[in-house]
C-alpha cells in the first residue's frame, strides 16, 4: 500500500499562500499467511519522518467460532471496526479509543447472533517515550512545558456485540469496557484509568448509520492539572484527562458501475469534565471512492477546540481561540 495526500487548511497563512500542499503520505509492507490453524498478520509503514509497526501477530483458530490472537494486536474497543467514514478518522481515535493496536492477548469468541471479545495488553506498541507509531497512546516527556512520566501497563478489555434485526435494520448492538494502570517512571506509583462506551451500526438497503457514547478517566496526579500528553504519527499533544464522547454517522453507498462511491457525514463532540476546560468538536463531510486497488477520501473538515481540524494543538482543554476552522483532505491510495 501506498498514499500520497493533498490539504489545503484555511487557518495556516503557508496554505492559503501555495494553496494548499501535496505530500508523500505513507508506504506499507503487509504480510498475511495461515496455515492449517495457525497465521500471521503483520503491516509495517513508512512516512517520510519515521517508520514504525502498526500491528503484527501470530493467531490460532482454536475452532470455527473462537481465535486467540498475540503480538501487537487491535484492541477490542468501541465499534467493531471503525467508528468512522473517513480517512481523518473519529475524534475518539484522538484520544486513544479508536483504531487502537497494543502489546498483549486477545481471544475472539463468535457465537450464534453475538460476538465477545476479551484481551489482556502489557503495554502499548512502542515505548511511551516513542512518538514513532499509527495509534494514540500515552506519552512520557514533556509537553507544552510539563513533565509527563506515566506509561501504559496491564490493561483489560472486554467487549460484546450482539448482531440482531431491529426495527428492519441489520443492527449491531454492543458495549465495551477498558481497565488498565499508568507508571509514573519518577516515583514508582501506579494510577488507574478507565473506560466504556455503547456503539451501535445499523444497515439498512445503501445506507449505514453508526453511533457511539465514550466515557474516560485518567485518574492521574493533581500536579498535570487534568490533562494527559498522548503521542500519535510522530506529534505529542495533551487531552483532558476525563471526559466524554458522542460520536454519529451517517453514509449512504452508491453501485456507480465502475466502482463504490460512499457519501457520508461523521460528527463528533467531546466533553471534559473540567469547568476549566471546553469542548471540542469535529465534523467530516466527505466521499470515498474506490475501483480495484485505488481508493481515495475527499473530506471536508470542520473543527473548533480539535487537534489537527482546527488551530488547537489539543483535544477537550481551555479554548483559546474560539473559531470554526476548515481543512480540505484528499487521500489517493493504491493498495497491492
Do not use: C
Not at 18 to 41: C, M, Q, T, W, Y
Not at 93 to 115: H, I, K, M, N
Not at 228 to 246: K, M
Amino acid at each position: 500500500m501506498t498514499r500520497v495526500n493533498y490539504s489545503y487548511i484555511d487557518y495556516n497563512e503557508a496554505s492559503e499562500d501555495k494553496l494548499g500542499d501535496f505530500k508523500f503520505e505513507v508506504a506499507a509492507l503487509s504480510f498475511n499467511g495461515e496455515r492449517d490453524d495457525i497465521g500471521l498478520s503483520m503491516e509495517y509503514r513508512f512516512r517520510d519522518d519515521f517508520d514504525a509497526i502498526k500491528h503484527g501477530y501470530a493467531y490460532y483458530k482454536l475452532d470455527d467460532n473462537t481465535t486467540l490472537k498475540a503480538g501487537v494486536t487491535k484492541v477490542p474497543f468501541g465499534n467493531i471496526g471503525y467508528i468512522s467514514n473517513s480517512f481523518w478518522l473519529s475524534l475518539q481515535y484522538y484520544v486513544g479509543f479508536e483504531d487502537d493496536y497494543d502489546t498483549g492477548v486477545s481471544l475472539e469468541y463468535r457465537g450464534d447472533g453475538y460476538q465477545t471479545d476479551v484481551a489482556f495488553f502489557k503495554g502499548a506498541e512502542n515505548g511511551a517515550t516513542s512518538t514513532k507509531r499509527f495509534a494514540a497512546d500515552i506519552y512520557q516527556g514533556v509537553v507544552n512545558g510539563t513533565e509527563y512520566n506515566y506509561e501504559e501497563t496491564n490493561q483489560f478489555n472486554l467487549r460484546h456485540s450482539i448482531f440482531t434485526e431491529l426495527f428492519g435494520i441489520d443492527s449491531t448492538i454492543g458495549a465495551s469496557l477498558e481497565y488498565g494502570q499508568m507508571y509514573d517512571a519518577s516515583n514508582g506509583s501506579k494510577e488507574d484509568r478507565y473506560a466504556y462506551a455503547v456503539h451501535y451500526q445499523g444497515a439498512v438497503d445503501n445506507w449505514t448509520i453508526q453511533a457511539q457514547y465514550l466515557k474516560y478517566d485518567f485518574d492521574i496526579a493533581s500536579e498535570y492539572q487534568n490533562k494527559v500528553a498522548l503521542s500519535v504519527v510522530g506529534a505529542t499533544y495533551e487531552i483532558a484527562s476525563e471526559a466524554s464522547a458522542f460520536t454519529f454517522n451517517l453514509a449512504r453507498k452508491v453501485d456507480m458501475g465502475w466502482g463504490a462511491l460512499t457519501l457520508y457525514n461523521d460528527f463528533n463532540v467531546l466533553s471534559p469534565e473540567s469547568d476549566d476546560f471546553d469542548k471540542s468538536y469535529q465534523n467530516v463531510t466527505g466521499i470515498s471512492v474506490g475501483k480495484g486497488p485505488v481508493f481515495a477520501w475527499f473530506d471536508f473538515i470542520v473543527g473548533k477546540n480539535m487537534l489537527w481540524s482546527s488551530r488547537s494543538n489539543h483535544v477537550g482543554l481551555q479554548d483559546q481561540f474560539d473559531k470554526w476552522d476548515k481543512r480540505i483532505n484528499i487521500n489517493l491510495g493504491y493498495y497491492f
